[in-house]
């Protein structure tokens, strides 16, 4: 399972993401991602290059909540040229906006709702969703598994995999904050999860110290047998 490092905290890019960038530059981390919220077009153009230039691929949540901001969130992506974007539930808007692109979509499956996101749906409805992503030519979804107000967590992760099969990405977004969160969605299926807060705050692993060895800790995790 991988890893994608989350420059964020309380779902917004942080403040100092440029300067976390060059902090994790020796790990040699291969996925690093931002929100579309809490800097401006200029800095995440800016954080895009820099995510770049230390050879890994850069992502985008969207975390608008409106159909407008949303739609506009897509269409930064395009302009930055990141490698994959995630969240959204308009998706044929999205899908519109993208096309010509080289940008992979995950858009969020369930009902997601509010800042910070939290997340409404079943298990059917989210294996619904999956399926659906695939056919219309999605990469994979991003699925806010530890967000859920109506199903458990893991139970959304394995309906999730049902519904994209082997032709879709399952991404694990949000609250993945723990070494057996981490074991519990790489077995229902994850195929990558985000962490950021986590990290950034050094509660992942309890006195491992600093962000570089809060993040080795996750990296080992993901390789881990369940």
Known sequence: MDLIFM?????????????????????????????????????????????RDMGASPYMEIVATTRAEELEGVALA?????????????????????????????????????????????AAEVESHGQDFVARGCAGTDLLAYRATEDDPLALVAAARRGLGDKGRLVVAGSVNTPARVAAVRAAGADAFTIGTAVLEGSYAPGAGGLAAQLRAAIQDCGRGS
């Open 78 to 122: 395009c302009d930055l040229g990141v490698d994959v974007l995630m969240g959204g539930v308009h998706v044929e808007a999205a899908l519109a906006v993208l096309a010509g692109s080289r940008v992979a979509y995950l858009p969020f499956a369930g009902r997601p709702f509010g800042h910070p996101t939290s997340l409404g749906g079943t």
């Open 7 to 51: 420059l964020t905290r309380d779902d917004a890019t942080a403040p100092n993401a440029l300067e976390l960038v060059q902090t994790v530059r020796p790990l040699g981390l291969k996925a690093i991602g931002f929100k579309d919220v809490g800097a401006d077009a200029d800095t995440l153009r800016r954080l895009t290059a820099a995510i």
